[in-house]
């Protein structure tokens, strides 16, 4: 039994990165979310987090990752809009903003985790390839006939599109502070 409740666990996290315990509770059919705390614990986690860790981004050391991104090249459009990325085909990936242009929300510096497999919702943060810019990050909301990609730190500069295939590169699940 506690194999399956596990099981069932990592596959709804892997299905779905961004799912909260209140959500997997909901899935497995616990009427508390301490129940999923428990299953985490029992399997050696100190909560989701650290089982998100694990199952999502499992990857190289530290050190190793922050080699790859020494050495990895830049994406850039005109503005600056210029991002460091360690693409890996349909599976999540890291980007670094080398821009300030996202400020104050994004930060050059800040390490965001990408999904190439999610599809967005209203407001999610989407790394795009706009045309004549190259790289960029927008807030997706879906419109009566396409998409509206809107920047995040500038809302006066919406632009309403119909993407084409692997023009959204994916979904933002999660944002690492850089260092200043």
């Known amino acids: 039994m506690a194999e399956q409740v596990l099981e069932k666990i990592i596959a709804l996290v892997r299905a779905r990165p961004t799912i909260t315990v209140r959500e997997l509770a909901r899935e497995l059919g616990f009427s508390e979310e ?24 499992a990857g190289p050391p530290a050190a190793v990752r922050e080699e790859e991104r020494r050495m990895a090249g ?22 670094v903003v080398s821009t300030r242009a996202y400020e104050p929300w994004i930060k050059a510096g800040d390490e965001l985790y990408i999904d190439p497999a999610a599809s967005p919702a209203g407001g999610d943060l ?4 706009l045309p004549g810019e190259g790289a960029a990050l927008r807030r997706a909301y879906p419109g009566p006939s396409a998409l509206w990609l809107v920047h995040p730190a500038d ?24 260092r200043p």
Do not use: C, M, N
């Open 34 to 57: 301490r129940s999923v705390y428990y299953w985490l614990r029992k399997a050696g986690h100190k909560g989701l987090k650290s089982l998100k860790e694990q199952v999502v981004w």
């Open 74 to 95: 830049d994406a850039a459009g005109p503005g600056g809009q210029a991002v460091r990325e360690r693409p890996e085909e349909r599976r999540p990936f890291t980007v």
């Open 126 to 129: 989407v790394l795009v390839d």
């Open 155 to 178: 809302p006066r500069d919406a632009l309403e599109l119909s993407p084409a295939p692997g023009q959204i590169r994916g979904v933002v699940l999660r944002l690492v502070r850089g």
